[in-house]
């Protein structure tokens, strides 16, 4: 069963890769709008990587039998319509693929197959991501294929001096922008927000929120397409609306154990109270 757009898979990639690339932020901050409008008008970075993007989509590696894996799964209440119960059903799942360095190199979700049924041997890919990473060991692109291998986009990573992760932008097979993400960091280096653009125009932010020992808390969207600009119809003022969040918990050895995506706030119309409504939960599973 699937109950959310394969959008939502990149809004959960982009949650990945930030943990993959910064340690997990802090508090919020006021947004630089000087700033985002000097990264969006970065146009010759464009043109530099175009040569490169062309050499990414000749072709990718194939995951080696020495790659460790690891998964990701999410579940939704069963037929007892209560969660974290036995009957809860498995919808999505993720197969995560790391190199010897324990980077992550690719990352494949699967629907269900003729059977109906998911975790069987009939389930189908649907689609993937490749990571490529560059000399400083940080993530240099991401290449996105279809479960029958055909390339939707490639995108491309910028760093600032500091090593702070700036923007992906990302590009179709024709090397086209059709999208990107630019992030805005916090106290020590921590990325506190994001924003999605779908060609010129906002699609989305996020806002994070996270623990004291840097780990991601809490992740807080705005989408346009749901009311996310709030009454006004204007981003980044005070009556933008939360439009879904997610909540993470760690294990006592410091991994990621369980996170829940909420879509409504429940009755009392306040989000992270116990009314919430749920859309799903992850569970994680690690390599040894």
């Known amino acids: 069963m699937r109950i959310e ?9 982009c ?19 000087d700033r985002e409008d000097r990264m969006f008008l970065d146009k010759p970075f464009i043109e530099e990587t175009k040569a490169e993007i062309a050499a990414e989509m000749a072709g990718f590696p194939k995951p080696q039998a020495q790659l460790r894996e690891s998964k990701e799964i999410k579940y939704v209440a069963g037929p007892d319509e209560k969660w974290f119960t036995k009957d809860d059903d498995v919808y999505e799942y993720f197969l995560l693929y790391y190199d010897d360095k324990s980077r992550l190199v690719k990352r494949s979700g699967f629907l269900e197959g003729p059977d109906d049924l998911l975790m069987t041997r009939d389930d189908i890919l649907h689609d993937y991501m ?8 940080k993530i240099s692109r991401e290449i996105f294929y279809d ?10 990573y910028r760093y600032d001096e500091h090593g702070l992760k ?3 932008k990302r590009f179709d097979p024709q090397k086209k922008e059709i999208g990107s993400s630019n992030y805005f960091h916090g106290h020590a ?16 932010y996020h806002n994070f929120k996270y623990d004291s020992k ?14 996310g600009k709030g009454p006004d119809g204007i981003w980044f003022t005070a009556d933008d609306a939360v439009t879904s969040a997610k909540q993470c918990f760690y294990k006592s050895d410091g991994t990621k154990d369980k996170e829940k995506k909420y879509i409504e706030p429940g ?21 040894k």
């Open 147 to 156: 479960g029958k291998g055909v390339l939707q986009y490639t995108g491309v």
């Open 189 to 204: 280096g921590l990325i506190i927000k994001d924003i999605e653009y779908k060609g010129d125009e906002i699609e989305k």
């Open 5 to 13: 757009s394969s959008f939502l898979y990149s809004f959960f990639v």
């Open 267 to 287: 009755p009392d119309k306040k989000w992270f109270t116990k009314d919430d409504v749920m859309q799903y939960y992850t569970v994680f599973y690690y390599h």
């Open 214 to 227: 840097h780990r991601t808390g809490r992740v807080i969207e705005f989408l346009g397409s749901e009311g």
């Open 15 to 33: 949650c990945s890769v930030l943990v993959l690339s910064n340690p997990c932020p802090v508090s919020s901050q006021q947004l630089d709008m």
């Open 130 to 137: 490749i990571y490529k990473y560059g000399p400083d060991g």
């Open 166 to 168: 700036l923007s992906v």
